[in-house]
């Protein structure tokens, strides 16, 4: 559709994640509900057919937290639990497998999620007490490893971690104190640091420090400011930060004009 059009079947949504080409949602009772392209199963329905509406996803209940991704997908519950479900081939569903799951599967973790997020390869959730868990392939996870790591992983170096958004390749996190952290690939200049360094380990964004939300896009990141003011820095050969024949990659964290605070 070219303007935005209501979906019939639903209403008393509260929470919304749009993945690459399909989108999940959290209703007011705490049921997730999911359409679009399904191919890998990040729909959540059990099968891998498109869905043309809104449909339940499987076996979930009193969810608090959803994250689609790029072809895996994340739940929270209210008791702290983890699940996922979609693509597993470097086991980012953290479920002790590579196999793909087309209904969400329990990740064991030791600790309560709160909030959870996926790369094209990865996954990391924030637990309750602000630290952080990786697993999958691939810097964006938060660690070094020689191998996937089929099962979360402690993520070391965020302290009071709150919000966790991740792009292809590479990860945002949010202290509750307003301190960003970035860590992954970074070709694009997506990390902020100002150079195309990787960095397989969080490091923080020490002059962005009075942050209150974060999004990682495919591979150029956003931050929203205290003082309304919003910060964009990575690729922008789309205009996804500012208009492209200004700058290609934006190599450090800038304010973007809108000729107002938002």
């Keep these: 559709a070219d303007t935005p059009v209501m979906l019939p079947d639903l209403a008393g949504g509260v929470a919304i994640s749009a993945g690459v080409d399909y989108s999940l949602v959290?209703?007011?009772?705490?049921?997730?509900l999911g359409w679009g392209y399904n191919t890998f199963g990040g729909v959540g329905d059990g099968t891998t057919g498109i869905a043309n509406g809104p449909v339940p996803v499987l076996l979930l209940e009193?969810?608090?937290?959803?994250?689609?991704?790029?072809?895996?997908s994340t739940a929270v519950l209210a008791d702290g639990s983890i699940w996922a479900w979609g693509g597993n081939d470097s086991g980012q569903l953290g479920d002790g497998t590579q196999d793909s799951r087309y209904y969400p599967a329990l990740a064991p973790l030791d600790a309560l999620a709160t909030r959870a997020a996926g790369s094209l390869d990865a996954m990391v959730v924030v637990s309750d007490s602000g630290v952080l868990f990786g697993c999958g392939d691939g810097p964006s996870k938060g660690y070094i490893a020689s191998s996937p790591d089929l099962e979360l992983q402690t993520v070391t170096g965020v302290v009071g971690g709150a919000k966790i958004s991740m792009g292809y390749f590479h990860s945002l996190a949010l202290e509750d104190q307003g301190r960003i952290w970035s860590w992954g690939s970074n070709g694009a200049y997506q990390l902020g640091t100002g150079s195309e360094e990787e960095?397989?380990?969080?490091?923080?964004?020490?002059d962005l420090d009075e942050a209150v939300d974060i999004a990682a896009g495919g591979s150029f990141?956003?931050?929203?400011?205290?003082d309304g003011t919003l910060w964009g820095w990575g690729n922008n050969e789309e205009g996804q930060i500012m208009p492209s024949e200004e700058a290609n990659f934006i190599e450090e964290p800038m304010p973007i004009s809108f000729g107002g605070e938002l």
Aim: hydrophobic share 45%; proline share 3%; no cysteine.
């Design 221 to 226: 990141s956003l931050a929203l400011m205290a």
């Design 26 to 32: 959290i209703t007011e009772d705490g049921q997730a």
């Design 62 to 72: 009193d969810v608090v937290d959803v994250n689609a991704g790029f072809a895996h």
């Design 199 to 206: 960095r397989d380990r969080p490091e923080s964004l020490d």
